[in-house]
């Protein structure tokens, strides 16, 4: 596991210096500080991006003989697949062991949202995350229904920790990855107190982060620039600061 020690009192200590030592934590709740922190590691290690510091193997084989009750009624289908999955953020990707081949091979599931009920037995082909029971436990959805025992191995990314002291590490982020959140955060900061130098740390926090996303298509990329933008209200301002340069 990559190593994570810096703490959540660190950032906010170098943020205070390029701030005329202005104080981000305010009274017991500790805030803006605090949620700073926990959006800046939520947009991290949210979707899309996916890190191998933050990923977890989740396994079950298919059991075509097993009965499943939906809505009151029992079929036998075997669509369903319950797995200890506490930590579950999103898929990855997903291999179904085809064991009809000679030789087997793995071969990619595509992910889906949401699955319908199948009464056709074939390989699967594809798979999506049902129902999650408040206790950790997730329910995987494979279509079609599987006719035979296939292996299924589900590559997930974790859910990013709760943030509840100042004292806590970024954790499970790694060290190696400062310079991002501490501009991620930075910027939150300077947005707060209509600092106008909120869109230097911002470039510097979203073009550290792109950088690091090894594999992000274009449509992933853009996915990320419209959800944090529409966060930080980075659009309005640019909006704002181009109608006041056109004397608006």
Not at 19 to 38: D, H, K, M
Not at 106 to 118: F, P, Y
Not at 210 to 215: I, P, Q, V
Not at 220 to 225: P, V
Request: negative net charge; hydrophobic residues 40%; glycine residues 4%.
């Amino acid at each position: 596991m990559a190593l994570s020690t810096n703490t959540i009192s660190t950032t906010i200590e170098w943020a205070k210096k390029l701030s005329f030592n202005r104080n981000p934590v305010i009274g017991n709740s500790l805030e803006p500080a605090l949620s700073s922190a926990q959006m800046v590691m939520d947009t991290i290690l949210g979707p899309p991006f996916t890190w191998w510091w933050n990923a977890t193997e989740v396994t079950f084989t298919c059991n075509p003989s097993v009965p499943t009750t939906v809505g009151g009624l029992t079929a036998t289908t075997t669509q369903d697949y319950t797995t200890p999955t506490s930590s579950f953020s999103h898929i990855e990707h997903v291999s179904v062991f085809d064991i009809n081949q000679t030789p087997p091979k793995w071969i990619e599931l595509e992910v889906k949202n949401n699955l319908s009920l199948d009464s056709n037995p074939d390989r699967p082909r594809f798979i999506s995350p049902e129902v999650e029971d408040g206790s950790g436990n997730v329910t995987w959805r494979v279509m079609p229904a599987p006719d035979v025992n296939y292996p299924i191995a589900i590559h997930v990314q974790n859910v990013a920790p709760r943030i509840i002291s100042i004292n806590q590490t970024w954790s499970p982020i790694p060290d190696f990855m400062q310079y991002v959140y501490n501009w991620g955060f930075l910027a939150l900061i300077w947005a707060f107190a209509d600092d106008p130098r909120f869109q230097i740390a911002n470039q510097k926090f979203v073009a550290g982060l792109l950088a690091r996303a090894e594999g992000i298509s274009d449509e992933e990329r853009n996915a990320f620039l419209n959800a944090w933008h529409n966060l930080t209200g980075h659009e309005q301002m640019e909006a704002q600061q181009g109608m006041q340069m056109r004397g608006v």
